[in-house]
T-cell receptor, first 118, second 115 residues
């Protein structure tokens, strides 16, 4: 049972436009959410995060929005640049007790391959 | 610059071999993790450790074991490699297990092929 879902395997956006990547989760215990970016043959790199006490977090061109009632978060990249072409993973964790009842790992979605067209 | 180092970028092993994947971090993090990444499946947690000599099963621990004898080193062991363990293996460490305080830091990955 997939607890973190990224329903778009790929997304193509023109350079300079806004990229919107979506993520849904099912476990109401999740209270911390992260986005990672991954280039081929490299490990994922941390991009931005948001705690469930907030509904928005911004860092430069990247903004993450959290809608707790809908169990939905999105990553906005404005403006999109060619270097943004990568696979983006949404991840979630439960800080208080953990989804496995203790110290926990992040649960990742399957990823969305973002392609920025020149 | 903080680092998580995985000893091998590429490995080719034969079915039935015992395989060791090594991971070292220099950030004095208590928490370390092993994930595997497969196309269409994303990152799946194999094992994690929140302290020396402590280990916890993740979502897909079957066929794997781990060792954490020192804080900075977390090893993933494939007891008897099989072709369905061909994958990209990613090690990570973090200050907090929930990923707060800058998330997880990942290594560059080890691409393992079992033939």
């Amino acid at each position: 049972d997939q607890q973190v879902k990224q329903n778009s395997p790929s997304l193509s956006v023109q350079e300079g436009r806004i990229s919107i990547l979506n993520c849904d989760y099912t476990n109401s215990m999740f209270d911390y959410f992260l986005w990672y970016k991954k280039y081929p043959a490299e490990g994922p790199t941390f991009l931005i995060s948001i705690s469930s006490i907030k509904d928005k977090n911004e860092d430069g061109r990247f903004t993450v929005f959290l809608n707790k009632s809908a169990k939905h978060l999105s990553l906005h990249i404005v403006p999109s640049q060619p270097g943004d072409s990568a696979v983006y993973f949404c991840a979630a964790s439960a800080s208080l007790i953990g989804v496995r009842g203790g110290a926990d790992g992040l649960t990742f979605g399957k990823g969305t391959h973002l392609i920025i067209q020149p | 610059d903080v680092k998580v180092t995985q000893s091998s970028r590429y490995l080719v092993k034969r079915t039935g071999e015992k395989v060791f994947l090594e991971c070292v971090q220099d950030m004095d993090h208590e928490n370390m993790f092993w994930y595997r990444q497969d196309p269409g499946l994303g990152l799946r947690l194999i094992y994690f450790s929140y302290d020396v000599k402590m280990k916890e099963k993740g979502d897909i621990p079957e066929g794997y074991s781990v060792s954490r004898e020192k804080k900075e080193r977390f090893s993933l062991i494939l007891e008897s490699a099989s072709t369905n363990q061909t994958s990209m293996y990613l090690c990570a460490s973090s200050i907090r297990p929930d990923g707060s305080n800058y998330g997880y830091t990942f290594g560059s990955g080890t691409r393992l092929t079992v033939v």
